[in-house]
């Protein structure tokens, strides 16, 4: 009942608020838990997602505090997400073990491959433990891109704008698709450079509608000034 209802609320808030699109969903394979790995740039990304997955669900962990924001926590906790404190959020080690175990127990995980949201929009390095889930598990992974979240609450901005809000499925990558005479660690490369390739054409098409993200950020710093300015005055 509370997932229901929360999915509703959600349901509504980003169809009328951000005009929610989603498109690729056909290529999340249907018969097996997936690792849907997306690009992190908000706090708005993991709900976004798991609408976007629906009617499947996805587990993941989040940061404890989280829990905490209205609406969102319940959200969270509807979904069955794991929060974790801020010394296992800083640990690569628990995190990589609470995930897994939702893989060993076919249940479809989120994850942020970039580890944390970026601060002015540009992509961030990829971090190992999405290859190493999908090599350990077996589960293929679901190279995903949420596109106008950093438009929308990037990390400077206290309160969501009315901005639109797109989400793309890419192909996903198997396990056995990997060319075995690779070492583990040229496998591990692999399946990054995967997502990464996904991740940079998604986010040149992006920039190529909607201009660079770092003039987004220029425009609520002088925005911010000139309202401290008025301030003063």
């Not at 628990?94 to 989120?110: D, N, P, R, T, Y």
């Not at 949420?146 to 704008?161: N, Q």
């Amino acid at each position: 009942m509370l997932y229901r209802l929360t999915l509703f609320i959600v349901m509504i808030y980003f169809n009328l608020y951000h005009r929610l699109t989603v498109t690729g969903k056909e290529k999340i394979p249907k018969d097996r838990a997936v690792i849907v790995a997306s690009n992190h740039a908000s706090y708005l990304d993991p709900p976004a997602v798991g609408y976007a997955f629906h009617p499947g669900r996805l587990k993941f962990v989040a940061w404890e505090k989280l829990f905490r924001v209205p609406i969102f926590g319940a959200y969270l906790r509807a979904m069955g997400s794991v929060p974790v404190s801020q010394d296992n959020k800083n640990s690569s080690a628990a995190l990589l073990k609470h995930v897994i175990g939702f893989l060993e127990q076919g249940m479809s995980v989120f994850i942020c491959p970039e580890g944390h949201r970026t601060e002015d929009g540009t992509l961030q390095p990829l971090e190992g433990g999405v290859a190493i889930m999908c090599l350990k598990t077996g589960a293929p992974v679901v190279p995903t891109w949420v596109g106008g979240t950093f438009r929308a609450l990037a990390p400077h901005m206290k309160f969501p704008r009315p901005r639109k809000i797109y989400v793309v499925f890419g192909d996903p990558i198997y396990p056995s698709e990997i060319p075995q005479n690779l070492s583990e660690k040229e496998k591990r490369k692999y399946i990054l450079d995967r997502i990464e390739s996904f991740y940079k054409e998604m986010d040149a098409k992006d920039r190529a509608q909607y201009g660079s993200k770092r003039s987004l950020i220029k425009s609520h710093k002088a925005d911010s000034s000139g309202t401290d300015t008025n301030q003063g005055k």
